[in-house]
């Protein structure tokens, strides 16, 4: 069982930065994909950033390209998602998965064993 938390949300003007962290428990953090997901208030969640088990390859959607960067520690079990220059329309739940299944890294379905979600909000 892996259990994920998601501390390092919280409140923050546009232009600044925050950087949550996903700790993961469990055997084999690093032969996992690991992917950072935002859902904001009556929208469905949408994948941010995904990164591959060696930490080598990231994907981002193109909305954070050049402002988000996803990382991984496999000594600490760990991803980071570091934000900077934040915009309102960044506001939302952010959670973290582990990749399950084969395909793109680009897709929800792909993840799996959700964190519980930490909520970062922008304001304007």
């Known amino acids: 069982q892996v259990y994920l938390l998601e501390p390092g949300g919280g409140l923050v003007q546009a232009g600044g930065s925050l950087r949550p962290s996903c700790p993961a428990s469990g055997s084999a953090f690093s032969s996992y994909g690991m992917g950072w997901f935002r859902q904001a208030p009556g929208k469905e969640r949408e994948i941010v950033a995904a990164v591959t088990p060696s930490g080598r390859t990231t994907y981002y959607t193109d909305s954070v390209k050049g402002r988000f960067t996803i990382a991984r520690d496999n000594a600490k079990n760990t991803v980071y998602l570091q934000m900077n220059s934040l915009k309102p329309e960044d506001t939302a739940l952010y959670s973290c998965?582990?990749?399950?299944?084969?395909?793109?890294?680009?897709?929800?379905?792909?993840?799996?064993?959700w964190g519980q979600g930490t909520q970062v909000t922008v304001s304007s």
């Open positions: 998965a582990r990749r399950v299944r084969g395909g793109t890294y680009r897709t929800t379905g792909e993840y799996d064993n």
